[in-house]
């Protein structure tokens, strides 16, 4: 499903955020990529959505080499791919209805289908009674849940998260990962940043941990999912 293979990418100035990165993640696998702050977790992220592309070595998601697609390509990629950034990128000026219906739009999807889309992940995340506020309007906890509504409205195969707990009391954050659960459960691929030891443990999933921009060895949590 997702598989790095010799992966450097060196930003302007020489900074090497990652050195020679190789994993496989299956399809419908949970996998959580841990380290510390800077140690390459956002840039790998950005490198499967390919936000960002390689320097050296092969990306490969759903068979396709990311980093060789062209710009007219790219739309197709992330049809399959649900993105929960760490900084929300929500549009303020916009409902909530509204922001989870961009991914739709942008995509060309029919209007009455894809207001049912966007209520089904309203009502997923607990947030359907909420479509005509404001995100401003909403608690940190929310504003999370949103996000990931509108990363899943286009029922992608991919789901990736950027420290989707990061700033999150501990009840918020335990429901987040509830959420997240459900998804794997179905069979959707996820990949999910954290810092969040006491997660690791209590799911139990497959670890990937980054020092510095260099993959260590492999791990997998003690708990159970």
Do not use: W
């Not at 960002?52 to 990629?77: D, H, I």
């Not at 899943?152 to 991919?158: A, C, G, K, T």
């Not at 997240?180 to 691929?189: D, E, I, L």
């Amino acid at each position: 499903m997702i598989s790095f293979n010799q992966v450097c990418k060196r930003y302007p100035g020489g900074y090497e955020a990652l050195k020679s990165v190789t994993f496989d993640i299956a399809e419908g696998e949970m996998v959580f990529l841990t380290g510390h702050s800077g140690a390459g977790k956002s840039t790998l992220l950005n490198l499967i959505a390919a936000i960002e592309r390689p320097n050296t070595g092969s990306v490969v998601v759903k068979g396709q080499n990311v980093a060789s697609l062209k710009g007219g390509a790219l739309p197709y990629l992330r049809r399959n791919l649900g993105l929960v950034f760490q900084d929300h990128k929500l549009l303020f000026d916009r409902s909530v209805f509204d922001n989870v219906m961009l991914p739709l739009q942008i995509c060309g999807f029919d209007h009455r289908e894809s207001a049912k889309r966007v209520r089904a992940a309203l009502d997923k995340v607990g947030l359907l009674q909420r479509e005509k506020a404001n995100p401003i309007a909403l608690s940190g906890g929310e504003q999370q849940r949103l996000c990931i509504a509108r990363a899943i409205v286009n029922r992608p195969s991919i789901l990736l998260a950027d420290e989707p707990t990061g700033n999150l009391d501990m009840a918020y954050a335990a429901d987040i990962m509830e959420i997240f659960k459900s998804f794997h459960q179905v069979g959707v691929t996820l990949l999910i940043a954290t810092h969040d030891e006491g997660t690791l443990h209590r799911f139990g999933a497959h670890v990937l941990t980054l020092k510095h921009g260099e993959l260590q060895p492999t791990s997998t949590g003690s708990g159970q999912a």
